[in-house]
């Protein structure tokens, strides 16, 4: 019960309260430069599918914590959790700070997230940790592509997505450490299609 009540704060929180980061947002080294109104387009673009990718791992990690029935394992989701919630208040801050606003499917996201959590949770500890590694390689894959294609002159949102790319292969890494099995390819290759249609959907909507 009690780790029900605690998935279902998280859910709330992540989707209708303001995330507050413990580590402080990253800087940008370079001076800001103005951006015009295409280039403010495309980077608030960016960053709200960056947004709702936060939204998912949050979604994810709960999931998994909750469906494993090893304490260790459940404390190592707990915590890659916490420390994903850095990354959803610095694009809650970025987007904020362009102008924009967040995914209208948030709720959406998070439940899909949810839902492909518990069934990797189901799996087995090994399948579930495969999960998360091959989830975070894409997501550092993804991002990597955010950095080619974001503004040059948006220092400040390069800085964030520079610093999310390191997490998120370090969360990969840790996984891997941990006794994760690799993904049939097939699996690969579908939560490779879905995360692409939820980036050009949460793009736009």
């Known amino acids: 019960m009690d780790a029900l009540i605690h998935a279902a704060d998280t859910a709330l929180r992540t989707l209708f309260a303001a995330p507050h980061a413990s580590q402080p947002c990253p800087v940008a080294l370079a001076a ?6 295409a280039e403010r387009r495309m980077s608030a673009g960016l960053m709200r599918v960056n947004h709702v990718g936060e939204i ?3 979604a994810l990690y709960t999931a998994q ?3 494993t029935p090893n304490p260790q394992l459940r404390a190592h989701f707990t915590e890659a959790c916490k420390e994903e919630t850095d990354h959803l208040a610095w694009t809650a801050e970025r987007l904020n700070d362009l102008g924009a ?3 209208l499917l948030n709720p959406l996201w998070y439940a899909g997230a949810f839902g492909l959590g518990l069934l990797a ?12 590694v091959e989830t975070e390689r894409q997501v550092g894959a993804h991002l990597k592509g955010h950095l080619d294609r974001l503004p040059a002159g948006d220092q400040a949102s390069r800085a964030i997505v520079s610093q ?10 840790e996984a891997q450490a941990a006794g994760a099995a690799d993904l049939p390819a097939p699996v690969k290759s579908l939560m490779h299609a ?10 736009r909507i």
């Not at 800001?32 to 109104?37: A, E, K, M, V, Y």
């Not at 999310?164 to 890494?173: C, I, S, V």
């Open 32 to 37: 800001p430069t103005h951006l015009n109104d």
């Open 56 to 58: 998912c791992a949050q």
């Open 65 to 67: 914590a909750l469906a």
């Open 101 to 103: 606003r967040p995914s």
């Open 121 to 132: 949770g189901r799996m087995g500890d090994a399948l579930s940790l495969g999960f998360v």
């Open 164 to 173: 999310m790319q390191a997490d998120e292969l370090r969360h990969a890494d």
């Open 194 to 203: 879905a995360a692409k249609v939820m980036t050009t959907v949460a793009a």
